[in-house]
């Protein structure tokens, strides 16, 4: 079975400081793995992913996330925020055979504040 | 834009009513996914079709939900007898048949039932 535990339901930083978001998965398989951003009424929009290529993916707008097999934890990282990153982010596991379905984490909301 | 597209954005209803969705995929894709997303969760898959074949279906899917392909190109997403329950962003992704591919995200109908 897969699952994904995203340890922070809200997140607030100032606008500049490091960004952390917590992801821990579980699955029998090796997974995929994912971080995707949802604005407002808009949809989702992919950040990075993760398959099983080089441990540390770079993605979009600065953000990074480092694969740890031994902690199960893809945790997304930002240098420095900005305003514009307030958003929800979700962290996806894939990988289950035939269908590579995803499986969401609940999400979590990131405040930037000034 | 050649995205994912899906119409209504927006859909009010009274219970008890018949809705129905369309998703339109990137035109290259032949994997699709029809999801759901309650208010502060993260989405949640209810069925996959590639070309035009249902390959899957959640339990999360009633008898009340029927979604179709029929020329692997855009999907329907059918709900019979509405419930205030079905309230919901409905999500449509579509990917390439790839292992892992990325999933590519429409803006969602939200759905309200009255």
């Known amino acids: 079975a897969q699952s994904v535990t995203q340890l922070d339901s809200h997140v607030s930083v100032s606008e500049g400081t490091p960004v952390l978001l917590r992801c821990n998965y579980s699955?029998?398989?090796?997974?995929?793995l994912f971080w995707y951003v949802q604005h407002p009424n808009k949809g989702l929009q992919l950040l990075l992913k993760?398959?099983?290529?080089?441990?540390l993916v770079k993605g979009i707008n600065g953000f990074e996330a480092e694969f740890k097999k031994s902690e199960t934890s893809f945790h997304l990282t930002k240098p420095s925020a900005h305003m514009s990153d307030a958003a929800e982010y979700f962290c996806v596991v894939s990988g289950i055979i035939r269908t590579y379905k995803y499986i969401f984490g609940t999400g979590t909301r990131l405040k930037v504040l000034a | 834009d050649t995205g994912v597209s899906q119409d209504p954005r927006h859909k009010i209803t009274k219970r008890g009513q018949n809705v129905t969705f369309r998703c339109d995929p990137i035109?290259?894709?032949?994997?699709l996914y029809w999801y759901r997303q309650t208010l502060g969760q993260g989405p949640e898959f209810l069925t996959y079709f590639q070309n035009e074949a249902q390959l899957e279906k959640s339990r999360l899917l009633s008898d009340r939900f029927s979604a179709e392909r029929p020329k692997g190109s855009f999907s329907t997403l059918e709900i019979q007898r509405t419930e205030q329950g079905d309230s919901a962003m409905y999500l449509c992704?579509?990917?390439?048949?790839?292992?892992?591919?990325?999933?590519?995200f429409g803006p969602g109908t939200r759905l309200t039932v009255l």
């Open positions: 035109s290259e894709h032949n994997r």
């Open positions: 699955s029998s398989y090796s997974p995929s």
């Open positions: 993760y398959t099983s290529a080089a441990t």
């Open positions: 992704a579509s990917s390439l048949r790839l292992a892992a591919d990325t999933q590519y």
